[in-house]
Each structure stands twice: as C-alpha cells, then as structure tokens.
DNA sequence: ATGGTAGCCTTGCTA
C-alpha cells in the first residue's frame, strides 16, 4: 500500500514543527508539499532526511515552492510545467517514485478576477491539462495532487453565493477542473465520499476553522490505472487545529500497489 | 465599516 499526500503548509520553515510531526503521525510514503516560500537550499531537507524522507525541490524566494518527500528515492525529477519558459513561479515538480508518476501542483490563486492575475491562472490551468494529456498518452501511472485553488462544485464552499465571483469558484477555473476529470482523471476524495462538504483550507481570518467554514481546494487527482488502485482518501483536519498551523491540512490517499 | 490574519524580510505583496 502507498500513502500519499498533499499538504500547502504555508512556509515549510515557520511549520518545520508541524510538519515533522505530522511525517511521525502519519507516516506517508509520499507527500506533495506546496508553499514553501523559500529557496531550495533553504529547505530544511536534513530535518526530513532523519525521518526517512527524500525531498526534491523546486523553489522560490519569499513566495510559491513546491516540493516532493518519498521514502523511495525518486527519479526523473522535473522542476517546472511544460508551456511556458519565461514562466519563472515555482509551482510544479514532477517525480517518479517507485511506478508512480507523481506532481506537487501549486495552481495560481487568480485574484482579482477578471485581471491579469485571472489570465495567468487559466493559462497555468490550460498548461497542466495539456501536461495531464501527455501523461496519459505515455500510459503513466500518475498523480497530481496540491492545492488547486479552486472549489470543484459549490458542495465545496461554505459560502457559494459570496465566493460565486471568487477566482476560485468562477465557471473559468471551474470548467477548466472539469477539463481534467473529461481527460479520465478521478478526483480521489469525491470518488470515495461523493456527498457533503468536505473541506481543506479555512481562512485565517473571521474564525473560518473555528466556525467550520471552509473550501475544498486541495486534491489528489488519479489517472485511470492510480484510480483502479485507490482504497482509501480523506482529510486529516488535526494539523488545522494546532496552534500557529498553516491555513491548510493534508489530504491522504492510499493506493494498492 | 473595504476591515480582518499570516508569512515574507518589503515597509507592500501575496494569499
């Protein structure tokens, strides 16, 4: 069995603490992580190598950075999304582990909307179909998971009618999620609890975790052969609830291989 | 009433 897992921790250096607790905790075999907001020699990979994990990096000064831990050392490492060379945020990193395909996906918030923030956003979207596309051509076995900023129905927001004109619930960002599911991918959480609000992120602000008012925007999305093997995903709400945690929690899947 | 919180290491930007 593979557990893998997604997590925007919102500075891997302000949540060293949460995090390593979070590896001892819930012992993840991979682990998608978004937010860094450092450099990649700034990564604390000594502090996760002494918990068993590899870490490959891609990051970024102050803002974005992705990266992916393995307990299986991983290859064939690709730092940036396909598309765009003059597109220099740190937003995806796609690694083999073991026979799985996996990318640490950090999509473009996309506020204001419209704007040109909005356009990027779409644009970065169009690229990971395109990549999704290409990754089903060669018949890999893969995974996309991270925060995906965007809320795939209003199932997934605790204000639909407030959040309706929100980069991240606009029918753009939404149809181009949809993109994704048309190509064949299964979105591993909906798949496994289809009904009810089932939520990853809370604003800091307002009380959102304290009121139980949040979004869906982190997620775990399998290509056909990943999907046949999936036996189990969820959100694990605990490192929400710490004191000084990141904005988000980790969504886990496990796999059958 | 255009706030409120958090992390960056700018004195504002991004989320």
Same mark, same amino acid.
């Given at each position: 069995m593979i557990k893998l897992a997604t997590w925007n921790v919102n500075s891997v250096k302000a949540r060293l603490g949460h995090l390593t607790r979070w590896l001892e905790a819930a012992k993840p075999d991979i682990v998608c992580l978004q937010?860094?907001?450092?450099q990649a020699d700034d990564f604390p990979a000594l502090e996760v190598k002494a918990l068993g994990y590899f870490a490959e990096v891609a990051g970024q000064k102050s803002y974005n950075g992705v990266a992916i831990l393995s307990r299986e050392k991983a290859t064939e490492v690709v730092r940036a999304l396909p598309g765009d060379k003059s597109d220099e945020q740190a937003r995806y990193i796609e690694a083999t582990i073991g026979g799985l395909r996996v990318a640490s996906v950090y999509l473009p918030?996309?506020?204001?909307?419209?704007?040109e923030k909005f356009d990027y956003k779409l644009a970065w979207m169009n690229r990971l179909t395109s990549r999704a596309a290409s990754l089903l051509e060669s018949e890999r076995v893969f995974a996309l998971a991270g925060? @995906?900023?965007?809320?795939?129905?209003? !199932?997934?927001? @605790?204000d639909p009618a407030a959040m309706a004109v929100d980069a991240l619930c606009r029918p753009e960002s939404r149809a181009r999620f949809h993109a994704l599911l048309n190509l064949g991918l299964t979105d591993a959480l909906r798949a496994l609890h289809p009904a009810g609000h089932l939520y990853t992120y809370w604003d800091y602000q307002q009380r959102r975790w304290q009121n139980g008012e949040g979004l869906r925007i982190d997620h775990i999305m399998l290509s056909p052969q990943a999907a046949d093997r999936l036996a189990a995903c969820a959100v694990?709400?605990?490192?929400?609830? !710490?004191?000084?945690?990141?904005?988000h929690t980790p969504v886990v899947c496990e796999l059958a291989f």
């Open positions: 937010e860094l907001k450092c918030n996309g506020n204001p909307a419209p704007g925060d @995906f900023n965007v809320c795939p129905t209003d !199932e997934d927001v @605790f694990d709400k605990r490192p929400r609830g !710490e004191d000084k945690t990141s904005d």
